[in-house]
């Protein structure tokens, strides 16, 4: 597996509070990403990564911040959680190659529960 | 922009009978294609990619898939399946402007019966 690690793997929180998932990689790629998974929809993509302080929105950015101080991580932060952020949230990583698209490797997801 | 349909959102079959999953894509430009699976709980793995070169892609576990430009389709097969082919579906397409930003089909979940 890609080494790549979500913290938390669960975590229940309550409306309005700040909520930060973490994405933590050791494989020195370029490129990450987080996605959320709700039945129906596949995953869809929320911000992404280019490079350390290069950020970019994805197309469900709303009520999400990202940061990437150091290439390693990836954080991703609800800035005041609501119900409809219930969801599972993969981080995803990849490497720039210079060979046309590559494939990302996932992790393991974190599950958010809103209440 | 690009964009993936996943044409059948549950497919059932039986053990050792062909299984077809359909996908269907638009893209600008020449996309890469993916065909990843979920099993319950899990992460998602790559079974195969599609990235210019032959059409017909063969991955992991015995399925391969097709790349068709006159259709934008990108149908994933197996000759046989598995009850451990049982589990999610995700075609995905990948255009390569800047990010390299993965659009997802909705999935098709497979039932495979003994």
């Known amino acids: 597996d890609a080494g790549i690690t979500q913290s938390p793997r669960h975590k229940v929180t309550e409306t309005g509070t700040p909520v930060t998932l973490r994405c933590h990689q050791t494989e020195n790629h370029r490129y990450m990403y987080w996605y959320r998974q709700d039945p129906g929809h596949g995953l869809r993509l929320i911000h992404y990564s280019y490079g350390v302080k290069d950020t970019d929105k994805g197309e469900v950015s709303d009520g999400y911040s990202v940061s990437r101080s150091k290439t390693e991580d990836f954080l991703l932060t609800l800035e005041s959680a609501t119900s409809s952020q219930t969801s599972v949230y993969f981080c995803?990583?990849?490497?720039?190659?210079?060979?046309?698209?590559?494939?990302?490797?996932f992790g393991q997801g974190t599950r958010l529960t809103v209440v | 922009a690009q964009s993936v349909t996943q044409l059948d959102s549950h497919v059932s079959v039986s053990e050792g009978t062909p299984v077809l999953l359909r996908c269907n894509y638009s893209?600008?430009?020449?996309?890469?294609l993916f065909w990843y699976v979920q099993h319950p709980n899990k992460g998602l793995q790559l079974l195969l990619k599609y990235t210019s070169a032959a059409t017909l892609v063969k991955g992991i576990n015995g399925f391969e898939a097709e790349f068709k430009k006159s259709e934008t389709s990108f149908h994933l097969t197996k000759p046989s399946a598995h009850m451990s082919d049982a589990a999610e579906y995700f075609c995905v397409v990948s255009e390569g402007a800047a990010g390299n930003k993965l659009t997802f089909g909705g999935g098709t979940r497979v039932l495979v019966k003994p």
């Open positions: 893209s600008s430009y020449s996309p890469s």
């Open positions: 995803a990583i990849s490497p720039l190659t210079g060979q046309g698209n590559t494939e990302a490797f």
